[in-house]
C-alpha cells in the first residue's frame, strides 16, 4: 500500500472488541497504519495504539483492557432509568464518568499530549452539538489526549457531554459513526475501515416512539456511512469496508462477550486479507520509524 494508509475505526461501544480481533490479523498480515482515525469505541481502541504503538503485543494488551472493562461496568445496563432520570429531574444530573477514571487507571496521564504519542498519527472526532460540526482532536499536537478521548466517548445517558468555551461536545458517532471523510480531510491516501454498526436490535414488530427513535438512529448513521463511503470514491480514495457483526446482536452496552468479539472480528477480518480483499503487500510499521528516530537522539 503507497501513501497514507489510514485505520478508520467506527463507533458502536462493547463491540469494539471485534475491532481488536480485526487489528490482529492485520497487524500479522503485516499491514500496518500511518494514521489512526477513530470515533466512540473506535476512539478508544485507536488511543490504545497511538500511545503504545503497532504490533501484536499491543493488541494482546488491548484485549486485555477490553476484558477489565467488561468488570468496570462502564456502560450500565440501566440505561432507560438513566434517561428518564436526566429527562424529569429539575436538575440535569449524569452518572460519574466512569470512562475517564478507567482510561486514567489503565495509565493515560491526564498530561499526555498528543505530541507525546509514540504510535502513527491519531485523529479522534468528536461531534460539537452547538456549531453542528466534528470537531478533531490531533490536529493540535499540545492537545490533551485525555480531554479529546472523554469527548469522543460521552453519549449520554451514561456520560455528560462537555461543556467546553462555546462548544458542546458529545460522542463523535452521533455525526460520524464511521470517520471516512474525517481521515481524507487529514490527507489518507487509502482507508481500512472497521465498521461495527449493527442494526439488528430493531425487530419489526417493534411499534411506539422507542421503535421510531431506534429507526431513525439507524438510518441518520447508515446515511452518513453511505455519504463518506461515496465521497472517498468520488476522489478516487479506496476504501476496503469491513462490515464486523457477531452471530447475535450485541448491545453497546453489555461487555460480557469480549472474548467472544474479539475472536469474530478477527476470523471476518483474516478471511477477507487471504480472500485479496485487503490488499497484503507489507507496509512500514510507524513505531519502527519512530524508534530509530529515538536511538538517533
Not at 17 to 33: S, Y
Amino acid at each position: 500500500m503507497s501513501g497514507k494508509l489510514a485505520f478508520v475505526l467506527g463507533g458502536g461501544g462493547a463491540r469494539g472488541a471485534l475491532q481488536v480481533g480485526a487489528l490482529r490479523a492485520l497487524f500479522e498480515a503485516e499491514i500496518f497504519p500511518d494514521m489512526l482515525v477513530g470515533t466512540s469505541a473506535g476512539g478508544v481502541n485507536c488511543t490504545f495504539l497511538a500511545m503504545r504503538g503497532c504490533s501484536l503485543i499491543t493488541v494482546e494488551q488491548l484485549a486485555l483492557d477490553w476484558e477489565k472493562a467488561a468488570e468496570a461496568e462502564l456502560l450500565p445496563s440501566s440505561y432507560l432509568w438513566l434517561t428518564v432520570r436526566i429527562l424529569f429531574e429539575r436538575r440535569r444530573t449524569y452518572p460519574h464518568n466512569r470512562m475517564r477514571d478507567h482510561f486514567i487507571a489503565q495509565g493515560l496521564s491526564p498530561q499526555l499530549r498528543f505530541k507525546d504519542l509514540i504510535g502513527p498519527e491519531l485523529i479522534l472526532v468528536a461531534a460539537d452539538l452547538k456549531n453542528h460540526k466534528c470537531i478533531f482532536y490531533g490536529n493540535d499536537p499540545d492537545q490533551f489526549v485525555l480531554d479529546g478521548l472523554c469527548a469522543t466517548t460521552a453519549l449520554p445517558p451514561w456520560v455528560d457531554p462537555i461543556e467546553k468555551d462555546s462548544h458542546l461536545l458529545i460522542d463523535g458517532g452521533l455525526l460520524s459513526v464511521l470517520p471516512v471523510e474525517p481521515a481524507i480531510q487529514h490527507g489518507a491516501s487509502e482507508i481500512i475501515a472497521l465498521d461495527i454498526c449493527d442494526y439488528r436490535y430493531i425487530e419489526e414488530s417493534d411499534h411506539g416512539i422507542a421503535a421510531f427513535l431506534m429507526h431513525l438512529n439507524a438510518s441518520i448513521n447508515q446515511r452518513h456511512i453511505n455519504l463518506e463511503l461515496a465521497l472517498a470514491h468520488n476522489q478516487g480514495i479506496p476504501v476496503h469496508h469491513i462490515i464486523m457483526q457477531s452471530n447475535e446482536h450485541i448491545p453497546i452496552w453489555d461487555f460480557g462477550h469480549t472474548h467472544e468479539l474479539i475472536e469474530v472480528g478477527y476470523n471476518i477480518t483474516q478471511e477477507k486479507i487471504l480472500n485479496r480483499e485487503i490488499r497484503t503487500r507489507k507496509t512500514k510499521n510507524p513505531l519502527f520509524g519512530f524508534l530509530r528516530k529515538k536511538r538517533k537522539h
